[in-house]
Each structure stands twice: as structure tokens, then as C-alpha cells.
């Protein structure tokens, strides 16, 4: 059964053309978490939510955001992409602090044309 | 800053060898430490997580193992099989609920 769930799987958009992905989770955790993963790289941590607390990282460019609605979805927006935003884009949940295990969507692939 | 090292970068074995993987990290002051896999094109799977006050953890043919003092672990893989081929991620979990990843060891166990 799927725990947590990514749509698109694959999402291609326009250079400068708003997009939003999509994170849903069945596991009812506290915490979800948005990471970028460009080729052979880590990924990275973006934002995260706990609850409704969001927390952005230092060096998560303002063109990212972010939105829980409820406990179970969250969405990644990016409001103007550029070339360097093509990646894949991990969600993930927590039940509650760091020292629990994230569970990771399948991702969805991004590319900006 | 927590950095976090993997070597090899990438490793081929022949099947049913043992191999083992290795992490190291910089900031011992981490809550737990979780093996990843992640297959080409996919999400990352959780394979292993050692709590900060572990020294191991075991699942089937894998072996997670944490010194957390020195800044390393290891994850073992016995009898490795073709299935097993895939990028092996490690991560530290540290203050703010931050998970600071390495970059992987891509693994190929061939026929």
C-alpha cells in the first residue's frame, strides 16, 4: 500500500511557467518534507512542516514555496522555473521528530524547457 | 556544517560476494543514522536506521553499523545478488529535524 504518494511522477513545464507538485500521505505523520535531487547529486532539504509550522532552509531560493492545507497533502510550487530547477523532487514524512525514520515518495521528475 | 562522505563512489562485485559500504559524517552530534536505497529514476527507500545510542542494526542480509564518536558506519551486505544493484544512500539526522545526505555508492552485483 502506498504510504506516500507523488503526483506527477513526471511533470515537464516551460521555462518561467508556474508549477506545482503534489505530496499526500496515508501515514498521518506530523512532519513532511520537501528535498531537491539533481543528477548524481544528495538530495537536498528545501523546506519542511511541522504541522503547520513551516520551516524554510536558509538557502531554498524564494522561488519555492510551499503549502499544507491538511495533514495529509502538501504541495511544492515553483513559481518561475529556470533550467536549474530541473530535478527530481522527493517528499517525506516523519511521525514526528529527527530522530524518526522518513519515509520517501517515488518523486516526481521535473524538466524545464 | 554536517558533511557527509561516502566511498566507494561506485562499486561492481561479482554475485554472492560480501561487501561493505562505507559513510563517514563530521558533526557527531546526530540523532540517528539511516541507510538508503534508491533504484534509477526513483524515490529513496529506507533500509536501516541506527539510533544515536545504537552500535547496530540488522535486517536480513544487511548490517548497519554506527561509531558515532569517530563519525562513521558501515553498511554490510552479505551474498550480494543482482537485485541488490542500486545507488546506496547514507544520511545523519541533526538538529532541526535536518537530514544531511551523502552522495551514494552506486552498486553493481553482475552475474
Known amino acids: 500500500d502506498a504510504m506516500v504518494i507523488q503526483n506527477p511522477r513526471y511533470q515537464v513545464t516551460q521555462f518561467g511557467k508556474p508549477v506545482t507538485l503534489s505530496c499526500s500521505q496515508t501515514l498521518n505523520h506530523n512532519v513532511m518534507y520537501w528535498y531537491q535531487q539533481k543528477s548524481s547529486q544528495a538530495p537536498k532539504l528545501l523546506f519542511h512542516y511541522y504541522d503547520k509550522d513551516f520551516n524554510n532552509e536558509a538557502d531554498t531560493p524564494d522561488n519555492f514555496q510551499s503549502r499544507r492545507p491538511n495533514t495529509s497533502f502538501c504541495f511544492l510550487d515553483i513559481r518561475s522555473p529556470g533550467l536549474g530547477d530541473a530535478a527530481m523532487y522527493l517528499c517525506?514524512?516523519?511521525?514526528?521528530?529527527?530522530?524518526?525514520?522518513?519515509?520517501f515518495g517515488p518523486g516526481t521528475r521535473l524538466t524545464v524547457l | 556544517k554536517q558533511e557527509v562522505t561516502q566511498i566507494p563512489a561506485a562499486l561492481s562485485v561479482p554475485e554472492g560476494e560480501n561487501l561493505v559500504l562505507n559513510c563517514s559524517f563530521t558533526?557527531?552530534?546526530?540523532?540517528?543514522l539511516q541507510w538508503f536505497r534508491q533504484d534509477p529514476g526513483k524515490g529513496l527507500t529506507s533500509l536501516l536506521l541506527i539510533q544515536s545510542s545504537q552500535r547496530e542494526q540488522t535486517s536480513g542480509r544487511l548490517n548497519a553499523s554506527l561509531d558515532k564518536s569517530s563519525g562513521r558506519s558501515t553498511l554490510y551486505i552479505a551474498a550480494s545478488q543482482p537485485g541488490d544493484s542500486a545507488t546506496y544512500l547514507c544520511?545523519?539526522?541533526?538538529?532541526?529535524?535536518?537530514?544531511?545526505f551523502g552522495t551514494g555508492t552506486q552498486l553493481k552485483v553482475e552475474l
Open positions: 544520511a545523519v539526522t541533526g538538529g532541526g529535524n535536518k537530514l544531511t
Open positions: 517525506a514524512t516523519s511521525a514526528a521528530s529527527g530522530e524518526d525514520t522518513q519515509y
Open positions: 558533526d557527531s552530534a546526530i540523532y540517528n
